[in-house]
């Protein structure tokens, strides 16, 4: 295990659905590492009371149910689509919760090195280059897996179309371009054991020696 000074912080990126999330879950079963998860965080935000302020204001009541919850599916319906008015929407979203996103990432990066035990802290945020956020990360990994299978898994799993898929991942860097600002790649076009090896391989390619720590 390492020296918390030294844990190294890696930025999962790839297609949505390339299989960010059960990798790093994958890894979680059989090493210590600590997994941080911009979704969910950003599911979080959306409860908060000023946010929801904010977004009620912009996309109104059509995006609350009678709880005075935000519906996350209504909201997607109003922000990934094709044209300028789905991005103009998309651009008010995120200029209202990713300073919050942001915030919290920050905090909890923050909170698991000081708590250390860890070889590495997980950072599974799908837009985390569009947002800028990887100035906290020390690496990138990007997380490979073809289109047909991507499709496949978030049918199947998530419920979603080919549309639902192609909108939201339009939205998105395009992969040429992600994959190009990794430090490595990692192949999840198998088993979810052969991706998580791999992933485990790469984060022991990056820890000190203990001669570093010393
Ligand atoms: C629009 C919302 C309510 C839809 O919620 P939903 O439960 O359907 O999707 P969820 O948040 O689980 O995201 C699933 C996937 O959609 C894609 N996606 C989400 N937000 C964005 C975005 N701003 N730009 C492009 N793709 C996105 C990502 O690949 C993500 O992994 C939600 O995605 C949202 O609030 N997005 C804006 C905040 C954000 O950028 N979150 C992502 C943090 S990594
Ligand atoms: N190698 C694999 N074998 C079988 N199923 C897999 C594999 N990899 C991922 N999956 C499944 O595919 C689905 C999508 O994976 P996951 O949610 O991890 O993708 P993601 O990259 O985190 O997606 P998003 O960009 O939306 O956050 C999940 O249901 C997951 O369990």
Same mark, same amino acid.
């Given at each position: %295990?390492?020296?918390?000074?030294?844990?190294?912080?890696?930025?999962?990126?790839?297609?949505?659905?390339?299989?960010?999330? *059960?990798?790093?879950?994958?890894?979680?079963? @059989?090493?210590?590492?600590?997994?941080? $998860?911009?979704?969910?965080?950003?599911?979080?935000?959306?409860?908060?009371?000023?946010? &929801?302020?904010?977004?009620? *204001?912009? @996309?109104?009541?059509?995006?609350?149910?009678?709880?005075?919850?935000? %519906?996350?599916?209504?909201?997607?319906?109003?922000? @990934?689509?094709?044209?300028?008015?789905? &991005?103009?929407?998309?651009?008010?979203?995120?200029?209202?919760?990713?300073?919050?996103?942001?915030?919290?990432?920050?905090?909890?990066?923050?909170? *698991?090195?000081?708590?250390? &035990?860890?070889?590495?802290?997980?950072?599974?945020?799908?837009?985390?280059?569009?947002?800028?956020?990887?100035?906290?990360?020390?690496?990138?990994?990007?997380?490979?897996?073809? @289109?047909?299978?991507?499709?496949?898994?978030?049918?199947?799993?998530?419920?979603?179309?080919? *549309?639902?898929?192609?909108?939201?991942?339009?939205?998105?860097?395009?992969?040429?371009?992600?994959?190009?600002?990794?430090?490595?790649?990692?192949?999840?076009?198998?088993?979810?054991?052969?991706?998580?090896? &791999?992933?485990?391989?790469?984060? $022991?390619?990056?820890?000190?020696?203990?001669?570093?720590?010393?």
């Amino acid at each position: %295990m390492s020296c918390h000074k030294a844990i190294p912080t890696i930025a999962l990126i790839g297609g949505i659905g390339s299989g960010k999330s *059960a990798v790093a879950k994958t890894v979680n079963s @059989f090493r210590p590492i600590r997994v941080i $998860d911009a979704d969910k965080i950003g599911h979080e935000v959306l409860d908060f009371p000023e946010v &929801q302020q904010k977004i009620r *204001a912009r @996309f109104g009541s059509v995006v609350f149910n009678e709880q005075g919850i935000i %519906m996350r599916k209504e909201l997607a319906r109003l922000v @990934f689509g094709e044209s300028k008015q789905y &991005q103009e929407a998309l651009d008010a979203l995120e200029k209202i919760v990713h300073p919050e996103i942001h915030r919290r990432l920050e905090q909890e990066i923050v909170a *698991a090195r000081s708590a250390g &035990q860890v070889d590495a802290i997980l950072v599974d945020a799908a837009v985390i280059l569009e947002a800028g956020w990887q100035k906290l990360c020390d690496h990138i990994v990007f997380i490979e897996c073809p @289109f047909e299978q991507r499709l496949l898994r978030v049918t199947e799993n998530r419920g979603w179309s080919a *549309a639902e898929l192609t909108k939201r991942e339009n939205q998105q860097l395009p992969l040429s371009e992600k994959r190009k600002l990794a430090t490595s790649v990692i192949h999840n076009d198998q088993d979810l054991e052969s991706a998580g090896l &791999q992933l485990s391989r790469f984060i $022991d390619s990056i820890l000190p020696t203990e001669k570093e720590t010393i």
